[in-house]
Each structure stands twice: as structure tokens, then as C-alpha cells.
Nanobody, 120 residues
Framework: QVQLVESGGGLVQPGGSLRLSCVSS????????MGWYRQAPGKQRELVAA???????NYVDSVKGRFTISRDNAKNTVFLQMNSLKPEDTAVYYC??????????????WGQGTQVTVSS
């Protein structure tokens, strides 16, 4: 079983920055993709940023230019650097690991989530 543990959330003023971390109990090199999702109250969970095993990245339009996803394979950790935060970024942020399997369906693993609140 894979465990993903997020940290780094908190309360920040608009325009501020936070850095989220996600530590995996399994080598992150074994996953096809690592990502950060978020879910705000009353809204569906959305993919915020993702990074593949080949280091390709993609972002939802609303965070482009403000958020950066990165990985440290040696530490089995994925980061989300969030700058110029806005109140609409307020949500619970979840770490996700996605892996395709040889004979079965792909698998998704999730962390427990970390709250990010942007407010003055």
C-alpha cells in the first residue's frame, strides 16, 4: 500500500506564498504521474498541476505563471510552490500518484489533504 503525506498548508494573505510537500512511501519514480488536486467547498475536485516521470508538467489555466510543480526523486517528494495566492485558491489540496499497471486498470493513490486558506 502506498502512503502519501502532504504538508505545508495554512493561512496566508492574498499575494502570499506557500510551498506544499508530498512525501511518498514508495519511490515516486515508479509512478507515471504525480499531481496536485484541490477541492473547494461545494465544488468538484480539480487537477491543479501534474508532473510525469519524464518531467513534463501541466497546469490548470487559473494557476499558470503562479504555481510550480517539481519533484525530488531522491527524497520521494513532490512539491507545489504557490505564489501570488488569491482567495479563489482556497481549498483542500490533495497529492495524487497515478500508475498504469501491466495487466490491470491504472491505480490512483491519494493523500489525506492539506488545507490552504487565502484570506486577509
Amino acid at each position: 500500500q502506498v502512503q502519501l503525506v502532504e504538508s505545508g498548508g495554512g493561512l496566508v494573505q492574498p499575494g502570499g506564498s506557500l510551498r506544499l510537500s508530498c512525501v511518498s512511501s514508495r519511490s515516486i519514480s515508479s509512478f507515471n504521474r504525480m499531481g496536485w488536486y484541490r477541492q473547494a467547498p461545494g465544488k468538484q475536485r480539480e487537477l491543479v498541476a501534474a508532473i510525469t516521470s519524464g518531467d513534463s508538467t501541466n497546469y490548470v489555466d487559473s494557476v499558470k505563471g503562479r504555481f510550480t510543480i517539481s519533484r525530488d526523486n531522491a527524497k520521494n517528494t513532490v512539491f507545489l510552490q504557490m505564489n501570488s495566492l488569491k482567495p479563489e485558491d482556497t481549498a483542500v489540496y490533495y497529492c495524487n500518484a497515478y500508475v498504469m499497471t501491466f495487466l490491470g486498470p491504472p491505480r490512483d493513490y491519494w493523500g489525506q489533504g492539506t488545507q490552504v486558506t487565502v484570506s486577509s
